[in-house]
C-alpha cells in the first residue's frame, strides 16, 4: 500500500509569491491534516479535511488555506508569501475521524521563501 | 499556530541502555496521547499511543506511561540502537478530534 505523496519535495518562492502544495493519502484514507513545522515553533497544526470539509483549523492568518477533493487527495494554498512561511511542511492522513491519534506522514514539501 | 514546541532538548543515551524521553501536556480533557517518532528527513511516524483510562501500554521495547494528575507523558525505549537516533514527539488528540504536537526531544546515542 502507497504511503502518503506530497509534491513538490522542495521549492523556492520569493515574498509575495503563492504556492501550492498537493497531498495524496493513503488510499482509503478520508481524512488529511497539514502541519507546518519550523525549527523553532515545532509542529504546528493548520488544517484537518474530511470528506472534501474542512472540519478543524490551527491559528494561522488566512493567508493559509486548503481544499479536499472527491478522491481525498489535498492542496494547500499560501498567498502572498512571507519570509516567515519558510518550513517544512507535512501532510497526514488517517482512515477516519474518531478513532485513535494515529496520523501517517509524508515526508513533506520543504518551502524556502527568499 | 497551535503547538507547544519551543526548544529541542537533546537527551544522549549509551547503546544498549534504556532510554526515557518525558512530556508535559496541557488539556485535560485530551483522550488519547501519542508518540511519534521523526528521522531526519522524513516526516513523523506514529509508534505508540495511550487513551486517557489507562497509566500504561507496552510495545515492541517501548513503553508508554501517563500521569494523568501532573499530566506527564513518558516513552520508555528499552536497549537504546543506532536506529532509535531521532526526534520524538508527544501528542495529543483533544475533543475537537485535532492533534496536537508538544516538544520535541532528541535522542541521541552514544557509541
Known amino acids: 500500500k502507497a504511503g502518503v505523496t506530497q509534491t513538490p519535495r522542495y521549492l523556492i518562492k520569493t515574498r509575495g509569491q503563492q504556492v501550492t502544495l498537493s497531498c495524496s493519502p493513503i488510499?482509503?484514507?478520508?481524512?488529511v491534516s497539514w502541519y507546518q513545522q519550523t525549527p523553532g515553533q515545532g509542529l504546528q497544526f493548520l488544517f484537518e479535511y474530511f470528506s472534501e470539509t474542512q472540519r478543524n483549523k490551527g491559528n494561522f492568518p488566512g493567508r493559509f488555506s486548503g481544499r479536499q477533493f472527491s478522491n481525498s487527495r489535498s492542496e494547500m494554498n499560501v498567498s502572498t508569501l512571507e519570509l516567515g512561511d519558510s518550513a517544512l511542511y507535512l501532510c497526514a492522513s488517517r482512515p477516519d475521524r474518531g478513532l485513535t491519534g494515529e496520523l501517517f506522514f509524508g515526508e513533506g514539501s520543504r518551502l524556502t521563501v527568499l | 499556530g497551535e503547538s507547544v514546541g519551543l526548544h529541542l532538548p537533546t537527551l544522549s543515551v549509551q547503546e544498549g541502555d534504556n532510554s526515557i524521553i518525558n512530556c508535559a501536556y496541557s488539556n485535560s480533557a485530551s483522550d488519547y496521547f501519542i508518540w511519534y517518532k521523526q528521522e531526519s528527513g522524513k516526516g513523523p511516524q506514529f509508534i505508540i499511543d495511550?487513551?486517557?483510562?489507562?497509566d500504561k501500554r507496552q510495545g515492541q521495547r517501548v513503553t508508554v506511561l501517563l500521569n494523568k494528575t501532573v499530566k506527564h507523558l513518558s516513552l520508555q525505549i528499552a536497549a537504546t540502537q543506532p536506529g532509535d537516533s531521532a526526534v520524538y514527539f508527544c501528542?495529543?488528540?483533544?475533543?475537537?478530534?485535532?492533534?496536537?504536537f508538544g516538544k520535541g526531544t532528541r535522542l541521541h546515542i552514544l557509541p
Open positions: 488510499s482509503g484514507h478520508r481524512s
Open positions: 501528542a495529543e488528540r483533544n475533543r475537537d478530534d485535532k492533534i496536537i
Open positions: 495511550i487513551r486517557s483510562n489507562m
